[in-house]
């Protein structure tokens, strides 16, 4: 079997465990904290952070956030709305990133985030996704 039949696979493993660790690992956790807030009346300290980044309506921003890491992390798991869901990560980790550099903190792991979502938003899913099941381009 010759390396270019793996590549399908590859990117599989890299799609899905990219949006696996995004969505639960960050995203997860600020979902939670949103729905804390907004139902239960607890405070989600996350808003606070948001808001001294100086973004306008807080609240908004931070449930974008939320809802971009891990709603879009599952659907680029999935390989579904692929190069939308990218979009997404790339704006909300582009955030990341530069407020990391500002406020010198650890910047690896949402650069790394950031690539990856660069690399799927010009690559697109692959063979192995509801993107390429679905009829939806796959970037081949």
Known sequence: MSLGRLEPLGLLTMRVGFGLLL??????????????????????????????MGFPVPLFFALCTALAEFAGGLFLAL???????AVFVIINMSVA?????????????????LIVAVFL??????????DSLLGKSTGR
Do not use: P
């Not at 550099?101 to 985030?113: F, G, K, P, S």
């Open 23 to 52: 969505a639960l690992r960050h995203g997860w956790g600020k979902v939670v904290g949103a729905y804390g807030h907004l139902f239960l009346d607890q405070e989600w300290g996350f808003v606070h952070g948001v808001e001294q």
């Open 79 to 85: 390989g579904l709305f692929t190069r939308y869901a």
């Open 97 to 113: 990133v530069t407020r990391h550099l500002l406020t010198n903190m650890r910047y690896e792991l949402a650069t790394l985030y």
């Open 121 to 130: 938003l010009i690559r697109g899913a692959g063979k192995l996704s509801l």
